[in-house]
């Protein structure tokens, strides 16, 4: 098993920066992707950010150029650097595992962006 555990989220002025962070435990070595999913009340949990295990990265269109994912091979850990935020970045930020076997979820870190 993969455990994934966030922390980073809080309230944030609009044009703030926050990093998150996403730390794995377990299985490590099964790990072939980490990405960054958000969600807000009554809508579909959307794909923020992605990184391969080769360090390949994307982004969905609404955060190119503002939000940075990288990784801490050393720590087990991946962060999602996240600048110039807006209101609708607003949502539950959650971390998952694409792994050889199933995938991982964290519980997610809550990030609030007031106008």
């Known amino acids: 098993q993969v455990q994934l555990v966030e922390s980073g989220g809080g309230l944030v002025q609009a044009g703030g920066s926050l990093r998150l962070s996403c730390a794995a435990s377990?299985?490590?070595?099964?790990?072939?992707?980490m990405l960054w999913y958000r969600q807000t009340p009554g809508k579909q949990r959307e794909l923020v950010a992605e990184i391969t295990s080769g360090g390949s990265t994307n982004y969905v269109d609404s955060v190119k150029g503002r939000f940075t994912i990288s990784r801490d091979n050393a720590k087990n850990t991946v962060y999602l650097q996240m600048n110039s935020l807006k209101p609708e970045d607003t949502a539950m930020y959650y971390c998952?595992?694409?792994?050889?076997?199933?995938?991982?979820w964290g519980k997610g870190t809550l990030v609030t962006v007031s106008s």
């Open positions: 377990g299985r490590i070595f099964s790990i072939n992707a």
């Open positions: 998952n595992a694409v792994t050889t076997g199933i995938p991982y």
